[in-house]
């Protein structure tokens, strides 16, 4: 069974700091997502990386995925209060189409 | 366009009762994968449609559960002879195709007494 850990499982910061959420799996993945989801909606896509060791950047969140295609990190610079919500990282078992998601990190950035 | 539609958007039930649980996929995707969240954690794959393929089921948990997918768009996920552990919001997403990234609906939360 494939399993993808997040660490932490919850993390409370102020506004303003830095912050790292990782993402780590056994298993080899065709690619990894990673999303934000709010009370009472669903998960919204931040990105996808694909090849190993690629380093995607979207405005203040950086996304690196592990050379070996089994971990990821999610980076916040200067982190703001609207970056509060559940981020679930998510792989795609390799040759499938299904998705297996992370435990979650529950965010809240303090104004 | 309109997004991915779930309803209803929660259900309270007694213990035994069947619920039925309707997925309104944006029109032309062909994929559509219903989840499992439990409260504040991850999501459990549960079953996926492609096209006219036959549904990938491998993720429902007992065969209380059960899910169809109608001329290709609304799909109906249905739990009989509900449990309390079965508690928890239903979430259904669709893409284009496989593979291709997914839209979530609001999702529907359950919750068996």
């Known amino acids: 069974t494939q399993l993808l850990e997040q660490s932490p499982q919850f993390l409370s910061i102020q506004e303003g700091e830095n912050l790292t959420v990782y993402c780590n799996s056994s298993?080899?993945?065709?690619?990894l997502q990673w999303y934000r989801q709010e009370p009472g909606e669903g998960p919204v896509l931040l990105v996808t990386?694909?090849?190993?060791?690629e380093v995607k950047k979207l405005k203040r969140l950086t996304f690196q995925f592990g050379d070996a295609r089994k971990d990821s990190s999610l980076h916040i610079t200067a982190a703001q209060p609207g970056d509060t919500g559940l981020y679930l990282c998510?792989?795609?078992?390799?040759?499938?189409?299904?998705?297996?998601f992370g435990t979650g990190t529950r965010l809240k950035v303090l104004a | 366009g309109a997004g991915v539609s779930q309803s209803p958007s929660n259900k309270v039930t007694e213990k035994g009762k069947d619920v039925e649980l309707r997925c309104d996929p944006i029109?032309?995707?062909?994929?559509l994968y219903w989840y499992r969240q439990s409260l504040g954690q991850g999501l459990e794959f549960l079953i996926y449609?492609?096209?006219?393929?036959?549904?990938?089921k491998s993720g429902l948990p007992s065969d209380r559960f059960s899910a169809e997918r109608t001329g290709g768009s609304v799909s109906t996920l249905t739990i009989q002879r509900t449990q309390q552990e079965d508690s928890a919001v239903y979430l259904c997403?669709?893409?284009?195709?496989?593979?291709?990234?997914?839209?979530f609906g609001p999702g529907t939360r359950l919750l068996v007494l």
């Open positions: 997403a669709s893409s284009r195709a496989s593979r291709e990234t997914q839209y």
């Open positions: 298993s080899v993945f065709s690619s």
């Open positions: 990386v694909v090849t190993g060791g």
């Open positions: 998510a792989g795609e078992a390799s040759g499938t189409y299904k998705y297996i």
């Open positions: 029109s032309g995707h062909t994929a």
């Open positions: 449609f492609q096209g006219n393929s036959a549904p990938d």
